[in-house]
């Protein structure tokens, strides 16, 4: 188990040294630069200033090494457009709104997935499972900001129920909240019907059906039970993923959260805030997947053998 550890961690080290190193050498070669859309127009000699004020007057691995210096430090540089912060602050400054957003999308999302999925397995092969499954799959066809667009319309526009978008308290979070856990909720039926339909075909379910016990028993105490291991295991990526895949949300929204800031830093050329931005979701996913991985191997016997035979 302690190698099966090591070599995780040092997979996870790896990734992210690749990572930065390819965000770092494509946002400095993208054509444009973090000083061509200031308002008022530089001169060539001002510019090289502020080009050796930040670094960048450098070879790009000469500034990557010194970035990467700083980063094992959690010092990852000054935001271009708000030199009062530093990129550090301002990602957990802003971690709170994508976090909330995210958290409430996927307790919508695995809410209604999770009780549709079981709904469809406990009558497999019905017209109501054929029809769970095909509203599934529409359902998770739709692109989440679209969905943005069209609940805008709708509810704020045309109803005026609710507000367009913005921070100002809960009801400002139930538009996007619906509109990026909705078609979350196909992947999350149809992932649960999937696994209790597995455990259902189990010969431990068909003995317990011998012994006498009725269907919800079996439901409750075999099926669901056995069933919430690959269950747990998968949708608990779900939370960090969906923190870190709001970016589309926030933008219809307008929501002050790190999935707008990254947004506006890519397009504004700010080189240090993409590159913490990136990171941080790297590192938070990486982790998440790890502990996925040893929570798999606590929950389910099974794994602990195979990692010890590997």
């Known amino acids: 188990m302690l190698n099966y550890v090591l070599r995780r961690f040092l997979g996870i080290l790896i990734m992210l040294l690749l990572l930065s190193f390819v965000t770092f050498v494509l946002s400095r070669t993208v054509p444009g630069g973090p000083f061509g859309k200031v308002e008022v127009p530089m001169g060539k000699k001002q510019l090289e200033l502020f080009k050796a004020k930040y670094g960048l007057d450098k070879?790009?691995?000469?500034?990557?090494?010194t970035w990467l210096g700083q980063a094992v430090r959690l010092d990852f540089g000054v935001p271009f457009t708000a030199p009062e912060m530093t990129v550090t602050g301002l990602i957990f400054k802003l971690l709170p709104y994508s976090a909330l957003l995210g958290f409430l999308a996927c307790v919508f999302s695995l809410t209604v997935g999770i009780i549709l999925g079981m709904i469809a397995a406990a009558h497999q092969n019905s017209w109501l499972d054929n029809a769970i499954v095909t509203y599934s799959i529409v359902v998770g066809s739709i692109p989440a900001f679209v969905l943005g667009f069209v609940v805008v319309y709708v509810?704020?526009?045309?109803?005026?129920?609710?507000?367009?978008?913005?921070?100002?308290?809960?009801?400002?979070?139930?538009l996007p909240v619906f509109a990026y856990g909705f078609p979350a909720i196909g992947g999350v039926a149809r992932w649960t019907r999937q696994c209790m339909v597995d455990t259902i075909s189990s010969d431990y379910v068909r003995t317990a059906y011998a012994k006498g016990l009725v269907r919800s028993q079996v439901m409750s105490k075999h099926v669901l039970r056995n069933a919430l291991i690959p269950m747990v295991t998968s949708?608990?990526?779900?939370?960090?993923?969906?923190?870190?895949?709001?970016?589309?949300?926030?933008?219809?929204?307008?929501?002050?959260?790190?999935?707008?800031?990254?947004?506006?830093?890519?397009?504004?050329r700010d080189y240090p805030m993409v590159l913490g931005i990136t990171v941080f979701w790297a590192l938070l996913l990486s982790v998440t997947y790890?502990?996925?991985d040893i929570l798999y191997g606590v929950i389910d016997p099974r794994v602990r053998i195979t990692q010890k035979s590997s």
């Open 155 to 174: 509810f704020a526009a045309k109803l005026a129920i609710l507000p367009a978008g913005g921070w100002g308290g809960p009801k400002y979070l139930v």
């Open 235 to 268: 949708f608990l990526p779900m939370f960090p993923g969906m923190m870190t895949g709001s970016m589309f949300i926030e933008m219809v929204f307008g929501l002050p959260g790190l999935g707008k800031q990254f947004v506006l830093s890519s397009t504004n």
């Open 290 to 292: 790890f502990i996925t």
């Open 59 to 65: 070879p790009i691995l000469e500034q990557y090494v």
